[in-house]
């Protein structure tokens, strides 16, 4: 499908759950947020039937998020049911890492290998303190089991200003002995309450950085629906990439749509939701129904975050929680 830019739109982003385990301060304040009834949530079924109207229109990657999806009971039996379906050849997870490990080997089996981990600091009081919870090995020991098995490992940290700047160049040394791609992410305001004068170390601060300790480094072509510029260091086993989150600097590439787990549908990240494709499914429309409304919100897609964000601005409604987004 093309949206009204001409973009090729082929990429979902489900969350199955807005829960999480842990209460990182950039995504939810410390007292959590209020949490959907189940009833709220779209069903696997409800999921699956999304998947299979999206695969006849062109869809070709989905990634799963929440909250933690490995929250949600059951998680395993909509994995089997995606990998499954025709459509996906790329089927992809963001997870925390917490509750990962015995997954490990029914993942390899259904041939689910690329994970996105998040890790914000390699220091133990820096992930405590930014995590509020106390799982960093948990963590890192994931982190080792998804490579000894060959899972194809994407590390996400949110760069903060004045929290974890100096942990920069210690995550980007994984990319050196570990085949796995180290991306780095500009704060965003979305931690469920907005973050007045928020004070960002900016992509380009982080490239910064990575070009004092990297001096050869490589700037890579992108691919369609990249968001990160891509770096490689000579001699690293990975690469390593720049999001830049806030700044936006990717839109024009953008070939996502995102569902939220109440199945609000949002074209952009910074839109306010646009539909809400769990209630429409309810009412009993049909797949051919179903897939024609999907056409339609894929044109009602903003030219770029800047343009999404200006038309929720009549709205006093603060920002969501990442984990009520979908990461």
């Known amino acids: 499908m093309k949206d009204s830019f001409d973009r090729t739109i082929d990429y979902v982003r489900i969350a199955v759950t807005d829960r999480c385990n842990l209460r990182c301060f ?9 949490y959907e009834p189940k009833q709220h949530l779209l069903s696997y079924e409800e999921i699956t039937r999304v998947l299979r109207v999206l695969g006849g229109l062109g869809f070709r990657k989905v990634r799963f998020t929440g909250g933690e999806p490995f929250l949600r009971k059951d998680f395993m039996q909509l994995l089997e049911n995606t990998a499954g379906l025709p459509d996906y050849d790329s089927i992809h997870i963001t997870s925390n890492g917490t509750l990962l490990q015995k997954h490990i080997p029914r993942l390899k089996q259904l041939g ?6 998040s890790i914000d600091s390699l220091d133990p009081e820096r ?10 090995d948990k963590v890192m020991r994931t982190f080792a089991l998804l490579v000894e098995n060959g899972f194809k490992i994407k590390l996400n940290a949110v760069i903060m200003h004045g929290i974890n700047t100096q942990d920069i160049i210690p995550l980007a ?4 002995t570990h085949p796995v791609d180290v991306r780095f992410i500009e704060e965003m305001p979305f931690n469920g309450g907005y973050k ?3 004070k960002l170390y900016r992509a380009k601060d982080i490239h910064t950085d990575l070009k004092a300790q990297y001096p050869g480094l490589e700037m890579l072509p992108s691919e369609h629906g990249d968001t990160a510029d891509l770096i490689k260091v000579p001699g690293y086993q990975g690469n390593i990439g720049v999001i830049a989150a806030f700044s936006r600097t990717f839109c024009h590439t953008c070939n ?14 910074y839109d306010g939701g646009v539909f809400n494709i769990r209630d429409y499914m309810r009412s009993g429309v049909t797949d051919k129904e179903l897939a024609k409304k999907f056409q339609e919100l894929v044109k009602l ?3 770029d975050g800047f343009a999404a964000e200006q038309s929720r601005t009549n709205t006093t409604t603060p920002l969501e929680s990442m984990s009520v987004i979908g990461g």
Do not use: Q, V
């Open 26 to 34: 950039y995504c939810m304040p410390a007292e959590g947020i209020p």
């Open 196 to 198: 007045e004068n928020l």
């Open 173 to 176: 040394e994984l990319a050196k």
């Open 256 to 269: 996502r749509l995102r569902i939220s787990s109440k199945g609000e549908i949002k074209t952009c990240l």
């Open 127 to 136: 992930f405590h303190k930014i995590t509020r919870r106390n799982d960093f």
């Open 112 to 117: 689910i290998t690329k994970i996105n981990l």
């Open 301 to 303: 897609k903003p030219k």
